[in-house]
Structures are given as structure tokens and as C-alpha cells.
């Protein structure tokens, strides 16, 4: 039987050398390779690579979908620019998952949604969720917030889900996590967590995350480091490129800032099942609105109409004048919204003398019949 399976790996921080290429090439002869890049799709059999072993030698994202729910991402970041310790708190043993490799920290989401009927290609979902990587070298732990959520407070399906998961205790919730990056919009969606959840989650603090650095304050830090040093960090850009130089001269920079006390909670931790209610009620409150708005956008929409009513009448007559199906289905759309308008103008009995007509003519014509009780145009309204 037919499968999907998209892997992709990207090379941020190095190039591949021809031998790397060459090894990689060993396996799968199928793959599109270049200096930077991986990605192959499998339709049958299976890779016979370990992504997280390429992971630790070659590669700095990884991305993985496949057709029954699965969904993986990796970011391997420079342990210079990112402590573990930072991550600890958000650790998940379903869906985020943290491990070292020599100078590196390499951090895993990952979901089994079996659910996932309408699966999605991987094409294209590393580019959007590439920017969290940076965002995690600059400090933010929002991304890292969500794949506790990932596999936290997630659907209840049945009473056993309840239980221990929903007495799971949420960690810090990072400033700014409702004012969400579209990177972080599109790990949201890639983990399958609910908007609702997330817009949830950040009522405990929902300060402003600021990526901005103050000019002045970075000016007088440069102007503080000794010359020689400043020197050497000239001769390093006139050698890159060296993509990491300016993440880890902004890191060095914030290390050497006062620390700031971080912004507070709203309230008490929150547990999973608390959590989930919360979006339930936000869902629900989202629900109204929705149906609130399409009930003023109909309303305006039969207003409009009536002032045409009986011009749309002849239409209807016209178009079930003609052997096209095309205008079969079109007719029966204007009836079902002269129904609608008179249902909206308190005029239904008037409705139904004229169709009642309008059917009787046609009662031999048993498609156009069928499309009508399709339509709940049935003989009784």
C-alpha cells in the first residue's frame, strides 16, 4: 500500500563538503543534494538513514511528515548560544524532547496525530519554521512553550485521557506568547495544537516579547571591549562568513546586561485540564461570533435580495426553462434563498403557494425534482 514520507535537512551554520554529499548520496540515490540541503519523499519502502544521527554530523533543521499523523522538527543549536538548562522546564517525553552532542544542543518536536485524516505535504513547512531557530538563539522560548503544549493539554478523546495528563502543571509561560511570530503560527499548526490553546495560554503573561537591542547600550559595549579583541572580531568578518558571528556577539552582549526579572504571571501555574478548558470556552466564545457574523452577512444578503424579488422569480422560471444542468442547480440556489428571505420577512405561506405552483408545473422533470428535495425543497416547507 501507497505511504507519504518527506524528510528534509538544512545546513545553516556550514556547507556540505563533496565527500559529505558523496556519503550522503549512499543513502539514497533518489535524493535531491546539494551543499546545504537533503529531501527526499517516499511513496513505498523506507529511508535508510538515522535522522538524528545526521542530525549531530551534518545538519542544523530537520523536518519529517508523513502520511499517518507523524510530524517531527529538529533545531540543532551551538551550546555556546544556548544553554540546555534554558530548555529543561519545557521538556516533554511525547513532544519535545532535548539531547547533546558535542558542541551541540539539539532540541526534537514531534507528534503522532493517527487522527490526521487530511494530511498535509512536507513541502514547504521547513522554510516557515526555520525563523524559530534564530528566535530560539535570541533567547525566545515561546517555540519551545508550544511543544509542551504539543503534548500537554491536548484533545480530551475519552474519560481514560483524563488523569494524570490533565494534572500535568504548565511551566513559565514566555512574554509575548499571544503576539506569535508567523513562524510560531505555523509550529502551532505543525504540532496539530489548537489556536484557542495558545491564545489560552498567554492570558498568564501576555507582556510583549522585544527582540530590539538599544543602540546606545550596544555602542557603549563595543566601545568597552579592548581593542585587540575588537580586532579580532574584524579580521573574523573579513574571513566569513561565519553565520553565527552576530548571534553570538548579541549573546555576549545580553550576558553582560544586568539581568532583568521576567515579566510575572497572571496567576497560579495551570494545570493541562485546566488549560484545555480554557480553550474550550474561547472556542466556544469564537463559535458565537462566527455564527453571529454569518447570520448579519445573510441578513444584508436577503436584504438586498428583496428588492429584486420578483425579478429573481422570472430567473428561476427561466433557468428551469432549459435542459442545462448548470442552470438546474442555479435555479434551485435562488429558491432556496427566496425561501430564506421569506422565512427572514415572516412571508412564508406566500413562498409556498408560488412554489407549490412552480413544482407542480415541473412535477413530470424528476432530476430537477431530486435536485429540489436536495435542497430541503421538499413539498412540505
Excluded: C
Excluded at 518536536?109 to 494530511?119: G, I, K, P, Q
Excluded at 503544549?149 to 513559565?172: C, H, K, M, N, R
Excluded at 581593542?227 to 558571528?245: F, N, S, T, Y
Excluded at 412564508?348 to 425534482?369: S, T, V
Aim: proline share 6%.
Amino acid at each position: 500500500m501507497s505511504t507519504y514520507q518527506y524528510y528534509e535537512f538544512l545546513a545553516v551554520d556550514r556547507v556540505l563538503t563533496p565527500a559529505e554529499q558523496g556519503a550522503l548520496r549512499k543513502l539514497s540515490t533518489r535524493a535531491d543534494i546539494t551543499s546545504s540541503r537533503f529531501v527526499n519523499v517516499y511513496n513505498y519502502g523506507d529511508f535508510k538513514g538515522d535522522p538524528d544521527r545526521l542530525m549531530e554530523r551534518y545538519f542544523d533543521v530537520f523536518v519529517y511528515v508523513a502520511s499517518w499523523g507523524t510530524r517531527e522538527l529538529q533545531f540543532r543549536l551551538p551550546r555556546r548560544l544556548f544553554d540546555p538548562a534554558r530548555a529543561q522546564p519545557y521538556l516533554h517525553e511525547e513532544s519535545l524532547s532535548l539531547r547533546t552532542k558535542g558542541d551541540h544542543v539539539i532540541l526534537k518536536f514531534r507528534v503522532d496525530n493517527e487522527d490526521d485524516a487530511d494530511w498535509e505535504e512536507g513541502e514547504g513547512w521547513l522554510a516557515s519554521l526555520l525563523p524559530l531557530r534564530a528566535e530560539l538563539l535570541a533567547g525566545d522560548l515561546r517555540a519551545l512553550y508550544i511543544g509542551w503544549l504539543a503534548g500537554g493539554p491536548g484533545p480530551e478523546e475519552d474519560e481514560d485521557d483524563s488523569g494524570e495528563e490533565d494534572e500535568a502543571v504548565e511551566p513559565a509561560v514566555p512574554p509575548g506568547l499571544g503576539e506569535s511570530s508567523p513562524a510560531l503560527r505555523a509550529l502551532a499548526d505543525f504540532l496539530f495544537v489548537p489556536r484557542s490553546l495558545v491564545r489560552a495560554a498567554a492570558k498568564a503573561n501576555p507582556a510583549r516579547a522585544s527582540d530590539a537591542v538599544p543602540k546606545q547600550a550596544l555602542s557603549a559595549w563595543l566601545s568597552s571591549l579592548p581593542a585587540k579583541e575588537k580586532d579580532a572580531l574584524l579580521l573574523r568578518v573579513i574571513q566569513g562568513p561565519e553565520p553565527l558571528l552576530g548571534a553570538e556577539l548579541l549573546h555576549r552582549f545580553r550576558e553582560s546586561q544586568p539581568r532583568e526579572p521576567s515579566a510575572p504571571s497572571a496567576g497560579a501555574r495551570r494545570t493541562a485540564g485546566k488549560l484545555r478548558a480554557e480553550a474550550e470556552v474561547l472556542e466556544a466564545e469564537q463559535s458565537r461570533r462566527q455564527a453571529k457574523q454569518a447570520a448579519q452577512a445573510r441578513a444584508r444578503e436577503l436584504e438586498a435580495l428583496a428588492a429584486r424579488e420578483g425579478d429573481v422569480w422570472r430567473e428561476v422560471e427561466s433557468l428551469f426553462a432549459t435542459r442545462r444542468s448548470t442552470d438546474h442547480a442555479r435555479g434551485v440556489a435562488l429558491l432556496v434563498d427566496l425561501r430564506d428571505l421569506a422565512q427572514h420577512r415572516g412571508t412564508l405561506a406566500d413562498f409556498q403557494r408560488k412554489f407549490a405552483d412552480l413544482r407542480e408545473r415541473n412535477a413530470r422533470r424528476q432530476g430537477l425534482m431530486r435536485r429540489m428535495s436536495e435542497a430541503g425543497l421538499g413539498t412540505q416547507l
